[in-house]
């Protein structure tokens, strides 16, 4: 079965940055959508970000575009969300997820059939 597993979150004053990552068992990367997503408390799942399987698009939510960055290492089975500029209002819990191949939404959570356990990310202001 896939496994997901984030690292990387942590407290942080608003204006710094964080790098996620996602380490994903077996070959399931290479060949699939990956997006990462978000939960704060008492708040709607909201996505965040998407790399596309071939590559050559990615996709964000207005609220983190021109500051966050998703990218893939497929040697490692492992996508990464950099994070700039952080600021309080990203405080949430992110989660890594794999879609399902039968789906075409990138930004419904929906459409993810296999999610990691989640990182938390504090920003302070």
């Known amino acids: 079965q896939v496994q997901l597993v984030e690292s990387g979150g942590g407290l942080v004053q608003a204006g710094d940055s964080l790098r996620l990552s996602c380490a994903a068992s077996?070959?399931?990367?290479?060949?699939?959508?990956m997006g990462w997503f978000r939960q704060a408390p008492g708040k709607e799942r909201e996505f965040v970000a998407a790399?596309?399987?071939?590559?050559?698009?990615?996709y964000y939510a207005d609220s983190v575009k021109g500051r966050f960055t998703i990218s893939r290492d497929d040697g490692k089975n492992t996508v990464h969300l950099q994070m700039n500029s952080l600021k309080p209002d990203d405080t949430a819990v992110y989660y890594c997820?794999?879609?399902?191949?039968?789906?075409?939404?990138?930004?419904?959570?929906?459409?993810?059939?296999?999610w990691g356990l989640g990182t938390q990310v504090t920003v302070t202001a």
């Open positions: 997820a794999r879609r399902s191949p039968w789906m075409t939404s990138y930004s419904s959570s929906g459409a993810y059939e296999y």
């Open positions: 077996g070959r399931t990367i290479s060949t699939s959508t």
């Open positions: 790399f596309s399987r071939n590559g050559v698009a990615t």
